[in-house]
């Protein structure tokens, strides 16, 4: 059997390499077809909670800032938000309509911390 040579493999490399290069770019012109997701704001107080209705998928959630400023839990055709810190996300979802729409939460402290975090005095002792 005759060994290939190095003009071969190099053409077999270069074709592998165009094949490859084409179907990244089709991808990429196949999802920016997609139409631009509708964007909701929602604002709620620490404490607070929000339904989200008429929600046939959640898809992905992506914090913003702050992992813990929101509780998330998802039920058929909804999704419910409690406020635990301030905060961000945002929340892909499809209604059930079909649309595609991305839920950006915003969660605010309503009142300010109180007194410092240096530690106090111990309280004298007994005798």
């Known amino acids: 059997m005759p060994k290939p040579n190095l003009r071969c493999l190099l053409n077999i490399a270069l074709l592998m390499l165009a094949l490859v290069a084409s179907s990244i770019s089709l991808a990429r012109a196949q999802s920016s ?72 939460i915003t969660v605010k402290s309503t009142t300010n911390p109180q007194g410092d975090l240096n530690p106090g005095a111990a309280p004298p002792s007994i005798q």
């Open 33 to 104: 077809n997609e139409p631009k997701r509708r964007v909701i704001p929602i604002t709620i107080n620490k404490g607070e909670n929000y339904t989200i209705t008429d929600v046939k998928t959640g898809e992905a959630t992506k914090v913003v800032s702050n992992p813990n400023a929101l509780v998330v839990q998802t039920a058929p055709g909804r999704i419910e938000l409690v406020g635990a810190d301030a905060g961000s996300w945002n929340i892909n979802a499809t209604l059930s309509s079909g649309e595609k729409v991305t839920y950006q």
